[in-house]
C-alpha cells in the first residue's frame, strides 16, 4: 500500500514518469522490487505469489460478471470474434517467436536452455504477470531452473514495452496530426466514466451496501470456481492418471478461465431472470465492478513485479533480451497489419488499445487509448472487453500447446508446427477479402 502512494506521487509530480504513461501498480511493483534488491525490504514470496495467483481469478470474475448491453448486429458480432482472432492470433505470434529463440539457442549457445520456455512470451506479455507466474511455476517444477521468475520479468517487460513504444507511437500520432479530436457519434453511454447507475438497478442506499453485494457474488463465483476446479482434477485423476499428471496443473493455473465462464453464465442467467419476471432488480453494478478488478489487477501486478528474484534469471538474460525486443516488435508489425483490416475508421485506436493490452493488460490498452480517445467514443475499448471473451474458446488450444511443449523436445517441435499453422488459419481469416 505504502509502495502505491509512493508511486502515485512520483506519477504525479516526476514530470519523465509522468509522460511514460507508466501505471502506478507497475511503478510501485519497481519500487518494491529496488527495496528487493538493495536488501531494505525482505518479502514473502510465498505471500506475493499467492496474491497474484488469486488476484487474477478474481479480477477476471468481477469483469465477467458484469451486465453488458451487446449490439446483436451481425457486424458487432463479426467484430467481436474478430477482435478475439487478433488476440489470439498475436499470442501464437508471440509463442511462435518465443519457440524459434529458444529452440535455436537451446542447439548454439545455451544447450541447458528449457526449449519450451517460448511459451512464456505469450504469457507474459500477452496474458500478462498471473499466467505469466503460472506457467513459469508450473515450468519450473518441470524442470525450468527460475521458470518463474523468467516468466514475471518478460510480463514486467512487456509492461515496459506498453509504456515506452506505445508512448512513442502516440507522441509521433499526435505530432503529425493523426489522433481524433472528436469522439464518434452512437456511444453507450454506460462507457462514459462518470457513469455509475443502470436503469432498475438495487438501490444505492438499502440494508447491504451495494459494493457488499458485488464482492459477495464475486466471491461466491469463485468458491465455485474452486469447486469444478476440484471436481474436475479429482475426477480426471481417478480416471486417467498419466493424463491427470499432464493437466492437472494447468486446470489450476488456468483457474480464471473456469471462474471467467461461471461469471458469465451467472451474468446470463440474471438477465434472464429479470425478463421472465423472476426477479426484479439487476444486482450487477458495472462501476462498482470495473472497479474491484482494478483493485485486484493492480494488486496483482504490484505483487507479481516485487516477487520477480533476479538471481533466478541470472543465466538467462539473452534469451529475456531477445524475447523482450523481438516479441515488442513483432507484436506491434502484427497488429498494424490485422487491425488496420479490421477496424476501418478507428483503426488507430484499436491498433494502440491492442497493442497495450497485448504487450501488458488491458488496463495498459485503456491507458494507451484515452490518450488517442479521451471520452472512449470509438468501440476500441468495448472491443477489448468483447475480444477477450471470444478470445477464450479461441485460444483454448493454447493450454494444450503449453503442457505439450514441455514433454519432450519432440513435442517442442510439434507444438511450433500446431502454432505455425493455427496462427496462419487466423490470420487467413482476419485478412480474406470478403465476397462482393
Not at 472528436?182 to 444505492?204: H, M, R, V, Y
Request: aromatic letters at 10%.
Amino acid at each position: 500500500a505504502l509502495s502505491v502512494l509512493a508511486a502515485n506521487i512520483l506519477r504525479r509530480r516526476v514530470p519523465f514518469i509522468k509522460n511514460s504513461l507508466m501505471p502506478v501498480a507497475v511503478l510501485a511493483g519497481f519500487i518494491l522490487l529496488f527495496l528487493k534488491v538493495c536488501g531494505i525490504f525482505k518479502p514473502d514470496n510465498n505471500l506475493l505469489e499467492m496474491l497474484v495467483y488469486h488476484c487474477i481469478a478474481l479480477g477476471f470474475i468481477s469483469m465477467s460478471l458484469r451486465c453488458t448491453k451487446q449490439d446483436k448486429s451481425e457486424s458487432a458480432k463479426a467484430v467481436g470474434f474478430k477482435s478475439g482472432a487478433i488476440i489470439v492470433g498475436t499470442y501464437l505470434v508471440q509463442a511462435t517467436v518465443g519457440l524459434v529463440i529458444t529452440i535455436l539457442l537451446a542447439y548454439t549457445f545455451m544447450p541447458d536452455l528449457f526449449k519450451a520456455a517460448g511459451l512464456l512470451l505469450p504469457m507474459g506479455f500477452g496474458q500478462g504477470p498471473g499466467q505469466a507466474n503460472n506457467i513459469g511455476s508450473s515450468y519450473e517444477s518441470l524442470g525450468f531452473a527460475g521458470g518463474r521468475s523468467f516468466g514475471m520479468a518478460i510480463a514486467a517487460a512487456g509492461y515496459l514495452c506498453a509504456c515506452t513504444a506505445g508512448v512513442l507511437i502516440l507522441n509521433r500520432w499526435k505530432k503529425k496530426g493523426l489522433t481524433r479530436t472528436e469522439p464518434l457519434k452512437g456511444t453507450d453511454e454506460s462507457q462514459a466514466e462518470g457513469f455509475f447507475q443502470d436503469k432498475n438497478e438495487i438501490p444505492i442506499t438499502d440494508s447491504i451496501d451495494k459494493l457488499s453485494i458485488q464482492a459477495v457474488m464475486v466471491l461466491c463465483i469463485y468458491l465455485a470456481t474452486y469447486l469444478v476446479t476440484w471436481g474436475l482434477t479429482s475426477g480426471i485423476a481417478a480416471l486417467a492418471p498419466g493424463l491427470g499428471k499432464m493437466v492437472n496443473s494447468l486446470l489450476w493455473g488456468f483457474n480464471f478461465i473456469i471462474g471467467s465462464v461461471l461469471a458469465m453464465v451467472v451474468s446470463k442467467l440474471l438477465v434472464k431472470g429479470q425478463e421472465k419476471g423472476i426477479m426484479h432488480r439487476q444486482y450487477q453494478n458495472n462501476y462498482l465492478l470495473n472497479r474491484l478488478s482494478g483493485f485486484f489487477f493492480d494488486l496483482m501486478i504490484v505483487a507479481g513485479i516485487a516477487s520477480i528474484n533476479p538471481e533466478d534469471i541470472s543465466g538467462l538474460w539473452l534469451p529475456f533480451v531477445l524475447m523482450a525486443v523481438l516479441g515488442g516488435v513483432i507484436t506491434w508489425l502484427y497488429l498494424k497489419v490485422v487491425c488496420k483490416k479490421t477496424y476501418g475508421d478507428y483503426y488507430r485506436e484499436g491498433l494502440i488499445s491492442m497493442y497495450g493490452m497485448l504487450t501488458g493488460t488491458i488496463g495498459s490498452g485503456i491507458l494507451l487509448l484515452r490518450e488517442m480517445d479521451p471520452e472512449l467514443g470509438t468501440p476500441a475499448a468495448n472491443n477489448l472487453v468483447t475480444g477477450s471473451s471470444y478470445a477464450i474458446i479461441l485460444g483454448a488450444p493454447l493450454l494444450a500447446f503449453v503442457s505439450l511443449a514441455a514433454d519432450s523436445t519432440l513435442m517442442c517441435f510439434v507444438t511450433l508446427g500446431l502454432v505455425v499453422i493455427y496462427g496462419c488459419a487466423l490470420t487467413w481469416i482476419l485478412l480474406r477479402k470478403k465476397k462482393a
